[in-house]
């Protein structure tokens, strides 16, 4: 997976190494075997003073051609974002899709509301370029035509957007501050805003982030993530991670461990999120977690621990169960 930074890529990094060998080698490299090319990696002057968790193994598990500490815990970087998606996966199913649900807070007649509009989003992964190339305000533009052809045409309230949105970010930004949502609600209240006017409807209040699930109002309309598509596939889970894993999008993993913390636990945090994967990790892949450490669902944090012999076990587990999976996977020198 991608690393973040220098510093990230080079400081405490788990290199997880699942390669699928075939019979020949290129000249180069069948004078060499595995462990001296490896170790002469690792043990570059450059390098001098990290410590490495490495395993090289077949797509079994039962030959392993290379190990270095393979079970020292160690901060994983992007690797985390394959225990997130693979929780994910697991815990809600590959055809989850995610709700967004348009409630009007007053009174409508001859086109025109009097009162607010309010979109709550629970944890839509999916408003940014990486799944809509060009256009992160796709969804929104989607819900203010269905809003249009309710014969809606003016707004005298104001636009406010509640949950968890995070609308328009880049995969290199650093969205944990759950504690900042209202301002992050905010930039999704402004981009609806401007889908509103896109379609002709005025708005005469202003647009507001505000904190929480629960808007008042009566629902107007409920959209779906799976009304759109990416490559063609409905935006439902399994497709939605394909954009993810690619390009190694931190917001949108940390966006679906708070979305499998609110699914299953009601709540809307990292913690309770972790503490189901882990869960599903332990009980599924069969794996010990007492040294296993998830603050957070992208791996932006220095202080997640996950071994190469764990991160491999649950890419081997993946694999064998959920056969979309590893289509999220980046392939070296393709994409």
């Known amino acids: 997976m991608k690393m973040q930074s220098p510093r990230t890529a080079v400081r405490a990094v788990v290199c997880i190494l699942v390669l699928f060998f075939t019979s020949t080698l290129t000249p180069v490299f069948a004078a060499q075997s595995i462990t001296s090319q490896i170790d002469a990696i690792t043990g570059q002057a450059a390098l001098a003073g990290n410590t490495w968790s490495v395993i090289v193994e077949n797509s079994a598990g039962n030959v392993l051609y290379y190990s270095q500490t393979p079970t020292l815990t160690q901060a994983p970087a992007s690797n985390m974002k394959n225990i997130t998606s693979g929780g994910a996966f697991a815990l809600l199913g590959v055809t989850n899709f995610f709700v967004s649900t348009v409630y009007r807070n007053g009174t409508f007649s001859g086109g025109v509301v009097t009162g607010d509009i309010n979109l709550l989003v629970k944890h839509d992964i999916t408003w940014n370029t990486s799944v809509f190339a060009g256009n992160a305000r796709k ?26 949105c995070m609308y328009n970010h880049l995969d290199t930004d650093d969205t944990r501050d759950i504690a900042n949502q209202a301002n992050y609600n905010l930039e999704g209240a402004q981009g609806f805003v401007a889908a509103l006017q896109a379609q002709g409807i005025t708005v005469t209040g202003t647009a507001k982030g505000v904190a929480g699930f629960s808007p008042p109002g009566t629902v107007i309309y409920t959209y779906r993530s799976t009304n759109l598509t990416y490559n063609a596939k409905p935006l439902q889970l399994d497709a939605a991670c394909i954009a993810m894993g690619k390009v190694s999008h931190n917001v949108m993993a940390d966006l679906l ?38 603050l957070d669902g992208s791996g932006l944090s220095h202080s997640d621990r996950v071994s190469a012999k764990e991160e491999s076990a649950v890419i081997r587990y993946l694999v064998a169960h959920f ?10 020198c393709v994409d």
Not at 151 to 162: L, P
Not at 276 to 288: D, E, I, K
């Open 257 to 294: 461990l708070r979305h499998v913390s609110y699914e299953l636990s009601g709540v809307d945090n990292f913690t309770a999120g972790a503490n189901s994967v882990l869960g599903w990790v332990h009980n599924s892949v069969g794996l010990a977690t007492n040294d296993m450490v998830m």
């Open 139 to 164: 969804p929104l533009d989607f819900i203010t035509t269905q809003l249009k052809n309710q014969g809606i045409t003016k707004i005298s309230g104001n636009v406010q957007v509640y949950g968890a």
């Open 323 to 332: 056969p979309t999976w590893d289509d999220i996977l980046p392939i070296g």
